[in-house]
Nanobody, 121 residues
Framework: QVQLVESGGGLVQAGGSLRLACAAS????????MGWHRQAPGKQRELVAS???????TYVRSVKGRFTISRDNAKNTVYLQMNNLKPEDTAVYYC???????????????WGQGTQVTVSS
């Protein structure tokens, strides 16, 4: 069994910062790609940022230059540093990870439970 537990969400004023963390635990051999997604009310879930095991990163255009994704492979943890937050960043943020649980078996995708980020104007 694999669990992803997120932390770090909350309420912040526009221009402020938050740091999200997501730790994977359980029967894990290794963790490949990790990412952060978000879903605002009435909108589809979108990929915000992703990072490979080798730390190559991608970002959705709306957060480039403001958000930074990073990871600690020893801790199976991914982070999202969010600076200069805007009201339109308000959403539930979910982490996901591709986890290898057994040798010679393809990685499986897991999701966290989500953490609320609210940015007031």
């Amino acid at each position: 069994q694999v669990q992803l537990v997120e932390s770090g969400g909350g309420l912040v004023q526009a221009g402020g910062s938050l740091r999200l963390a997501c730790a994977a635990s359980g029967s894990i051999l290794s963790v490949n790609g990790m990412g952060w997604h978000r879903q605002a009310p009435g909108k589809q879930r979108e990929l915000v940022a992703s990072i490979t095991r080798g730390s190559s990163t991608t970002y959705v255009r709306s957060v480039k230059g403001r958000f930074t994704i990073s990871r600690d492979n020893a801790k199976n943890t991914v982070y999202l540093q969010m600076n200069n937050l805007k009201p339109e960043d308000t959403a539930v943020y979910y982490c996901n990870a591709e986890v290898v649980v057994r040798s010679f078996v393809s990685p499986l995708g897991y999701w966290g439970q989500g953490t609320q980020v609210t940015v007031s104007s």
